[in-house]
């Protein structure tokens, strides 16, 4: 079955990096694209970053343009979302979702941006 | 952007009976490919969010056929045939046509 695992979440200063990874497993990963979502606590969903199957075409948020970078290893099964300069207004759970729909979602990381 | 409109905020239903949520987009979601994509999310309290329905009316395995999802162009419906305990938490409706994707605000099903 279908099985996304994130990864790489904590406690962070503001202005350091992080790098989440989500792990793929139960279906094709090099068929399909793959979006980054996140959720602060107590708050709506969020978008954050979408990448094509290929890895060739990639898409932000304007809140974390510049900042995110989000990357895929086919061989690996992984995505990854590189996040620099983070704010506490980054804060919160992080998702990875199979596009392109986001049919299936991982369990999510949590990262706190804090001093 | 695209901006998803959700109505009601909040919706108590008695066990066993139906309920009904809406889902407004600004533009057409029927993308260049023929497809809409337009998903239904349900997150219950403490939990990730879980898919329910993709492409307007696609209902994911596994998902009870209490569920199911209607609509075209801006608006969407997602209804629950008869409402179970377990239905209890958040659901979103979002649109993954256009960057940026956007969610609805979140409709909150509790047991009247």
């Known amino acids: 079955q279908v099985q996304l695992v994130e990864s790489g979440g904590g406690v962070v200063q503001p202005g350091r990096s992080l790098r989440l990874s989500c792990v793929a497993s139960?279906?094709?990963?090099?068929?399909?694209?793959m979006h980054w979502v996140r959720q602060a606590a107590g708050k709506g969903l969020d978008w954050v970053a979408v990448?094509?199957?290929?890895?060739?075409?990639?898409y932000y948020a304007d809140s974390v343009k510049g900042r995110f970078t989000i990357s895929r290893d086919n061989s690996e099964n992984t995505l990854y979302l590189q996040m620099n300069s983070l704010k506490g207004e980054d804060t919160g759970v992080y998702y990875c979702?199979?596009?392109?729909?986001?049919?299936?979602w991982g369990q999510g990381t949590l990262i706190t941006v804090s001093s | 952007d695209i901006v998803m409109t959700q109505t009601p905020l909040s919706s108590p239903v008695t066990l066993g009976q139906p309920a009904s949520i809406s889902c407004r987009s600004t533009?057409?979601?029927?993308?260049?490919?023929?497809?809409?994509?337009l998903t239904w999310l349900q997150q219950r309290p403490g939990q990730p969010p879980r898919v329910l329905i993709y492409?307007?009316?696609n209902r994911l395995s596994g998902v009870p056929d209490r569920f199911s999802g209607s609509g075209a162009g801006t608006e969407f419906t997602l209804k629950i045939s008869r409402v179970e305990a377990e239905d209890v938490g958040v659901y979103y409706c979002?649109?993954?046509?256009?960057?940026?994707?956007?969610f609805g605000g979140g409709t909150t099903v509790e047991i009247k």
């Open positions: 979002m649109q993954a046509k256009q960057i940026p994707h956007t």
């Open positions: 533009q057409s979601l029927v993308h260049s490919d023929g497809h809409t994509y």
């Open positions: 492409e307007i009316s």
């Open positions: 139960g279906f094709t990963f090099s068929d399909y694209s």
């Open positions: 990448i094509s199957y290929h890895g060739m075409n990639k």
């Open positions: 979702a199979r596009g392109p729909s986001a049919d299936y």
